[in-house]
């Protein structure tokens, strides 16, 4: 069976198109300047975003990435919020895109990256 949705990123700051699907803010803190009702998330899955500590230490330091995405794999690998976060990406798929939101300035260098990775690894 051809898979026909898949699992995008795309920073909170874009507007939203027809092709975002279920979208899902991804981070712990909520994203200056964004009004709750203006933000175009479906779900705020906070519980699933790298812990306070792994992202202090992080600090989108771009030399600090490779690690940054093993340690929050861990993390998610731990995470019930993350399996939960797991099967309602699972259950959309079958009938539509998934966008994980973010704020981060670099999307290649973001949590949504890493996570959209995680999510991937384990098919349906």
Known sequence: ????????IKRIYEARSPGDGFCILVDRLWPRGIKKED????????????SKELRSWYGHDAAR?????????????????????????????????V???FAAKDAA????AVLRDWLAKDPV
């Open 109 to 112: 260098l973001s949590n949504a």
């Open 1 to 8: 069976m051809a898979k026909t949705h898949e699992i995008r």
């Open 99 to 101: 966008t994980l939101l």
């Open 39 to 50: 933000a175009g998330a479906d779900l705020w899955a906070k519980e699933a975003a790298p």
């Open 65 to 97: 990435f490779e690690e940054f995405s093993e340690r929050y794999q861990a993390e998610l690998d731990a995470s019930g919020a993350a399996a939960e976060l797991k099967a309602v990406c699972r259950e959309h798929l079958e009938k539509e895109n």
